[in-house]
Every structure is written in C-alpha cells, then in structure tokens.
C-alpha cells in the first residue's frame, strides 16, 4: 500500500530519527530517510498512519535492506491490536 506518512524510528543507546513511511504491508514497510542505517539494526517504530491521531507502535523491526536513503523494515515484534490496526489499514487500501 503506498502513502506518505511520518515514521519515527528510535534503537539502541538513545539512536532515534525519523523517516517518510513509502509503503507499508501487514508483515514491513519502506521508508526514506537521511539519517544513516546500517542492515541488520533492531528499531522500535511508531507509524503515524492516515487511520487514527495517534501512532501505530511496531516494538521491534528489523532493517533488511538499504538502497541510499530508502531502506525495507521486517516487523518482527508487533502487539495483536497493533497487528490487527495495520491488517485492517491495508485491506482497506485494495
């Protein structure tokens, strides 16, 4: 599903950032930033997705690519009703 949204990404020793959301699915997403990454890092994310005010909180993801300033996040740790949230978001969007 592709939109534009504000993503904050925040990991370990007080490392946090943000980044443009490009497009999501129910299992990751990609997304742009300037701020360097390196594959492999585990980041907690919120998602300020179109759905609600407030964020979708993705507790773990891990960074599977990096092309320049845009990289693929695997969510590894998500909450049932955050599961739920983003289930329902992109079934939305077909």
Do not use: Y
Not at 66 to 82: N, P, R, S, V
């Amino acid at each position: 599903m592709l939109l534009s949204c504000r993503l904050f990404f925040f990991g370990e020793d007080d490392f946090e950032g943000e980044a443009t959301l490009l497009d999501i699915s129910a299992s990751g997403c990609r997304a742009s930033s300037s701020i360097p990454l390196e594959i492999g890092m585990i980041l907690r994310l919120s998602l300020f997705l179109p759905d609600h005010q407030w964020p979708l909180r993705i507790n773990q993801a891990l960074i599977r690519w990096i092309d320049h300033k845009e990289f693929g996040l695997e969510f590894i740790d998500i909450t049932m009703a955050q599961r739920e949230r983003l289930r329902t978001l992109v079934m939305k969007a077909r």
